[in-house]
């Protein structure tokens, strides 16, 4: 049991995620309770928003003990992409009830209905205490910087603002008993709510299309290689992928013949390493030219040939 120490960030991480959850589940029902009771669609709007945050905090709890699997001869890197997967149907559930709201929004500015400002206003703030509660009991644990602890961050986030939302109408409605403040508040917390999912989408999708994370540039990590390791003269047939937010890259490069093969080797993993933290790297290493219509396999840059002159 001496690795067990390894383990805790992903311990930490789940009980924090165990501890919002509850919190989180436990408020959002008191908002739909809430919501319905007093009639308010941007009380509603928040409780919304919490039920794709208890999704999203689940779906994180689930990742991070499927995480946790050795990884196998069918699933080589264990199960770290679930935690991607769980990124993205989040995202997407999140769209789903931004529309929804929207709509009933839409609906709510033709037909005004009657909202309880004060029963309004004791949900809303209860619903503040809590979100401030899951995001800080999140946010103590971000120093993992796990796309799932993130993404749940983020959402607890979102649904502060929301909680804000409702209280101003609340005010609102209790002072000058202008209902419409009640729709008009729901749909912000929607854009509010909508603006977190596009940037999940967006990062999982490229996750999940094999995308190289992007704040790698790859000509310039080629230009790089081989001018700060001489014996290098060409780098061609990159590939740089992320798996679980870990940065995984091949690449075949064309060396002069060296005199110690491993020690060159281990150079260049160092260089990718150092430079670029990508820990994970499988390098094959050639002495003729690269030859044949694959050289130029995805390369625009032939900027290697320059380095004949050696």
């Given at each position: 049991?001496?690795h067990?120490?390894?383990h805790?960030?992903?311990?930490?991480n789940?009980?924090r995620?165990?501890?919002?959850?509850a919190?989180?589940t436990?408020?959002?029902?008191?908002?739909?309770i809430g919501g319905?009771?007093?009639?308010?669609?941007?009380l509603?709007a928040?409780?919304?928003?919490m039920l794709t945050?208890?999704a999203?905090?689940?779906?994180?709890?689930?990742?991070?003990?499927?995480?946790?699997?050795?990884?196998?001869?069918?699933?080589?890197f264990?199960?770290?992409r679930?935690t991607?997967?769980?990124?993205?149907?989040?995202a997407?559930?999140l769209v789903?009830?931004?529309?929804?709201?929207?709509?009933?929004?839409i609906?709510?500015?033709?037909?005004?209905?009657p909202?309880?400002?004060?029963m309004?206003?004791i949900?809303?703030?209860?619903?503040l205490?809590?979100?401030?509660?899951?995001f800080?009991?999140?946010?103590?644990g971000s120093?993992?910087?796990?796309?799932?602890?993130r993404?749940?961050?983020?959402?607890?986030?979102?649904d502060l603002?929301g909680s804000?939302?409702?209280i101003v109408?609340?005010?609102?409605?209790?002072?000058t008993?202008?209902t419409?403040?009640?729709?008009?508040?729901?749909?912000?917390?929607?854009?509010?709510?909508l603006?977190s999912?596009?940037?999940?989408?967006?990062?999982s999708?490229?996750?999940l299309?094999e995308?190289?994370p992007?704040?790698?540039?790859?000509e310039?990590?080629?230009?790089?290689?081989?001018?700060?390791?001489?014996?290098?003269?060409?780098?061609h047939?990159?590939?740089?992928?992320?798996?679980?937010?870990?940065?995984l890259i091949?690449l075949?490069?064309q060396?002069?013949?060296?005199h110690?093969?491993?020690a060159?080797?281990?150079?260049?993993?160092?260089?990718?390493?150092?430079?670029?933290?990508?820990?994970?790297?499988?390098?094959?290493m050639?002495?003729?030219?690269c030859?044949?219509?694959?050289?130029d396999?995805?390369e625009?840059d032939?900027?290697?040939?320059?380095?004949?002159?050696?």
């Open positions: 049991m001496a067990s120490h390894s805790t960030p992903q311990n930490t789940a009980r995620l165990l501890w919002a959850f919190i989180t436990l408020f959002m029902v008191a908002e739909v319905l009771v007093s009639g308010s669609l941007a509603l928040d409780a919304g928003h945050d208890a999203a905090l689940l779906v994180a709890l689930v990742a991070v003990q499927f995480a946790r699997r050795p990884p196998n001869t069918r699933h080589t264990g199960w770290l679930l991607t997967l769980a990124a993205f149907v989040n997407i559930a789903v009830i931004t529309i929804l709201i929207v709509w009933e929004a609906q709510r500015f033709y037909q005004p209905q909202v309880a400002g004060g309004m206003l949900v809303a703030f209860a619903g205490a809590a979100n401030i509660a899951s800080w009991i999140l946010h103590r120093e993992e910087k796990n796309l799932n602890v993404a749940a961050a983020l959402h607890v986030l979102g603002l804000v939302g409702a109408a609340a005010l609102v409605i209790l002072w008993g202008w419409p403040i009640d729709p008009i508040l729901s749909v912000l917390v929607s854009c509010l709510v603006r999912a596009w940037s999940l989408l967006k990062e999708v490229n996750e299309l995308g190289a992007g704040a790698i540039d790859i310039s990590l080629k230009r790089k290689l081989s001018r700060s390791i001489p014996e290098v003269r060409n780098v047939h990159v590939h740089l992928w992320l798996v679980g937010e870990k940065p091949t075949h490069v060396v002069i013949p060296p110690d093969h491993d060159l080797l281990g150079r260049i993993h160092h260089f990718l390493a150092h430079e670029y933290q990508i820990e994970h790297a499988t390098v094959q050639e002495y003729q030219p030859e044949g219509p694959n050289c396999l995805n625009h032939h900027s290697g040939h320059a380095h004949h002159h050696h």
